[in-house]
């Protein structure tokens, strides 16, 4: 039989006692029982070529395994697993195939069922979000009703939020695996031979599928790293260039990192990008700098935001008291993003929850320039994992913009700003853990000053 995968170097053992931690933990918030379904794989033509599967959040982190097309049934710290045997046919194409009992002693499941039989299982029951289209339909059709975060599921939103806000020990064993593999990837891009963005995306993505793992996230890499999710990958690399890379890698249980790392392409930064990066990375360490239990996540960004228009203002680009400059969003014409947001099984961890998980109870996005793209409104915890990544882009949908050019004329000189063209876009981008005392950044192991990439990649 083909083994049921644990890898990632998770023992069974240790990972079955977190799991029925969490589906203590659930019990002793949530009186009413709750089903979650894994989903499944959606075909790309027809149904044989599919794209690859991977179970829902919420699913994986209460039973560790992407099993797909099962649902689990959580009442009070029981986990009863539904999923039918594999169909004959399966050994033909797919080779031997865990059988409904083999899943369920990985998975430390309480009984398991023939999928059928959830029927019998849904009195009351509450159920969160499922991605594939086939699913959700199941779902609906079962409960007689679609998920509702503000009405029947209400309870249990907020029960698993407070949960995956703070991660256990096997979560953070997997997401220190996913920031290693993410440093090397990384490490590999920077000393990538190749004269294209695909290359370079190759060089970094050979390291984590060779470890076994997925990308958490489609890869940015970039000398268009104005474009803040660009995803294509055809340009050229040209010697004065920088490369903006978002990569960030995910292990087999479904943990994620998120890295960003800018480098010139000729290997050495010029004194304009020099100049910016400094800028960048100043923000970037004032921010992770600041990171302790208690501190409002919402004033890290603020704490960037400024510490972003108190370079921009020395270097001559923006003029103004950077308490001002802070409050009239000027700071966003050239960071327009947030400083980052939560990390753990989701890159933007349960963003499928909307903004339940990134705003505290009674808190709203801001219609702000500078402040509706901040993904996270909570006073930090110990065990949370945010990512810090602030950035400074020459959008020009932003720049010449005619509203905007009118309304930031008193704080922007233009003319000096032309001398820094060769900058498109930075992000430096990190993975911070809230620890008891203060924090630990997850990839430190990969650097971030201008000396040492320059090092790193002559090497
Ligand atoms: N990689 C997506 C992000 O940084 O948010
Ligand atoms: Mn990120
Ligand atoms: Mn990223």
Known sequence: MQAIDTSSGRSPLTLSHHLKQRRQRLADRLDQPVVLWSGQR???????????????????????????????????????????DPAPSAALWHGPTPSRDQWAEAIAADAAYPYSQLADFLDGALTLPVQDPSSQQQQQHLLQRSFSPTGADADLVQAIVSLRLQHDAAALAELEQAAQVTVRAHQ???????????????????VIVAANMTCAYNSIVTVHGEVLHNEVYHHPLQPG???????????????????????PVSGTFSSSQRSLYEVVLAA????????????????????????????????????????DLV?????????????????????HDMEDLGDFAGYAPGRQRSDRFGLGYLRLDRPLLPGMVVTIEPGFYQVPALLNDPDRRSRYAPWVNWERLAHFADVRGIRIEDDVLVTDQGHRVLTADLPTSVADLEDWMAG
Do not use: K
Request: a negative charge; charged letters at 15%.
């Open 42 to 84: 959606m075909s790309r033509n027809f149904p044989a070529n599919s794209y690859p599967f991977r179970a829902s959040s919420h699913f994986l982190y209460f039973a560790g395994q992407s099993i797909e097309r099962a649902a689990i049934h959580l009442d009070g710290g029981r986990l009863t697993l539904f999923l039918d």
């Open 188 to 206: 590999a891009g920077m000393r990538a031979i190749g004269s294209t963005e695909a290359q370079v995306r190759a060089a970094m993505e050979q």
């Open 241 to 263: 260039d920088l490369l903006l890379a978002d990569v960030g890698a995910e292990t087999a249980g479904g943990w994620a990192a998120d890295i960003t790392r800018t480098w």
């Open 284 to 323: 970037h360490d004032a921010c992770i700098a600041a990171i302790q239990p208690g501190v409002e996540y919402r004033s890290i960004h603020l704490l960037g935001a400024a510490t972003l228009a108190a370079g921009l203002v020395d270097l001559g680009i923006l003029r103004g008291a950077v308490d």
């Open 327 to 347: 409050d009239q969003d000027v700071h966003a014409l050239f960071f327009p993003h947030g400083i980052g947001h939560l990390l753990g099984l989701d890159v």
